[in-house]
């Protein structure tokens, strides 16, 4: 069973929209993190936050934001004032505490930010 | 701040042929995660290793092996290589298996 859904594939956008990526997660353990990466054309995998599951305070990073929803099982992203190099794959992981520190990752999406 | 270092960054083999992987964590990280990435596919863990021994095994061929060093490098060795292999293999470092793995930029293989 998939353990990390990002039911949206692909995401266009206008540069200066806000746009929102959605992750829906399914675990059965009480302590576990979430994580969203990067991963521009070039491939390399870019850290951009880990949330534990006790934490659901929202978080944001200049113009990147989260909100962390456990009763939904939801961790989205919103990138505010999108921009031209936010095109990239972006993807949700999790990692479960029974299942040591390997990541589960959701199957991404695709966001192009048009000019 | 020194990063995860992946060698080759790029790497081309034919059907049948070995092929030999290795990953430098960042320093004083004493584990070490690979992960394979097909074309538009999400990446997919294969193996891990704390303290140079194996700590987690996902979904690896029996045609690959893995090791870590003593000096915490790890090499991820693919024999008898299949067109499906093609993919981008990343290792990832963390300390003490703690969570938010840091990943190198990923080695590019293509098996022709």
């Known amino acids: 069973a998939q353990k990390v859904t990002q039911a949206q594939t692909e995401i266009s956008v206008v540069e200066k929209e806000d746009v929102t990526l959605d992750c829906v997660y399914e675990?059965?353990?009480?302590?576990?993190?979430l994580f969203w990466y990067k991963q521009p054309p070039s491939g390399e995998l870019v850290f951009l936050i880990r949330r534990n599951s006790f934490d659901e305070q929202n978080e944001i990073s200049g113009r990147y934001s989260w909100n962390f929803q456990k009763s939904t099982s939801s961790f989205n992203f919103t990138i505010t004032a999108s921009q031209v190099v936010d095109s990239a794959v972006y993807f949700c992981a999790l990692e479960e505490e029974t299942s040591g520190s390997r990541l589960t990752f959701g199957e991404g999406t695709q966001l192009t930010v048009n000019p | 701040a020194a990063g995860v270092i992946q060698s080759p960054r790029h790497l081309i083999k034919e059907k049948r042929e070995t092929a030999t992987l290795k990953c430098y964590p960042i320093?004083?990280?004493?584990?070490v995660y690979w992960y394979q990435q097909g074309p538009g596919q999400d990446p997919q863990f294969l193996i891990s290793f704390y303290e140079k021994m194996q700590s987690d095994k996902g979904s690896i061929p029996d045609r690959f092996s893995a090791q870590q060093f003593s000096d915490y490098h790890s090499e991820l060795n693919m024999s008898s290589l299949e067109l499906g292999d093609s993919a981008l293999y990343f290792c990832?470092?963390?300390?003490?298996?703690?969570?938010?793995?840091?990943f190198g930029q990923g080695t590019r293989l293509t098996v022709v």
């Open positions: 675990t059965r353990d009480t302590t576990y993190y």
């Open positions: 990832a470092s963390s300390l003490g298996g703690a969570t938010g793995a840091f």
């Open positions: 320093p004083r990280h004493d584990t």
